[in-house]
Nanobody, 113 residues
Framework: QVQLVESGGGLVQAGGSLRLSCAAS????????MGWYRQAPGKRRELVAT???????NYADSVKGRFTISRDNAKNTVYLQMNRLKPEDTAVYYC???????WGKGTQVTVSS
C-alpha cells in the first residue's frame, strides 16, 4: 500500500506561492520526524524542512524565512507552504520520515524566471 503521497506542485512565476501536501500512512506519520526534500535536475536530493511530532521545525538556509512546514496530526498530513518562490526552488519535492521509507513519486514544482 502507498505510504507517502505528495501533491500541490505546479508551475508558478518567481515570487509566487504554492502549498504542498503530503498524506502519510498512520504508522509513518507517528514517527518523530516528517520532512520535505527536493531534488533538482542533476543534483542530489536535499533536505528542505523538518517538523517533529511535537511541532518543532527546522529549515535549510536556502528556504528559511520563505517556507513553512506544518503538520495536521488528525489528517496524517504534512504541509509545506512556499512563498516568494525563486527559480532555484524548481525541483521535485518529496516527503519522508527519519529513518526513511520508500520514496513516493513526489510533486513537481517549477518556478519560471
Amino acid at each position: 500500500q502507498v505510504q507517502l503521497v505528495e501533491s500541490g506542485g505546479g508551475l508558478v512565476q518567481a515570487g509566487g506561492s504554492l502549498r504542498l501536501s503530503c498524506a502519510a500512512s498512520r504508522s509513518i506519520f507517528s514517527r518523530n520526524y516528517m520532512g520535505w526534500y527536493r531534488q533538482a535536475p542533476g543534483k542530489r536530493r536535499e533536505l528542505v524542512a523538518t517538523v517533529t511530532s511535537t511541532g518543532n521545525t527546522n529549515y535549510a538556509d536556502s528556504v528559511k524565512g520563505r517556507f513553512t512546514i506544518s503538520r495536521d496530526n488528525a489528517k496524517n498530513t504534512v504541509y509545506l507552504q512556499m512563498n516568494r518562490l525563486k527559480p532555484e526552488d524548481t525541483a521535485v519535492y518529496y516527503c519522508n520520515t527519519n529513518p526513511g521509507v520508500t520514496w513516493g513519486k513526489g510533486t513537481q514544482v517549477t518556478v519560471s524566471s
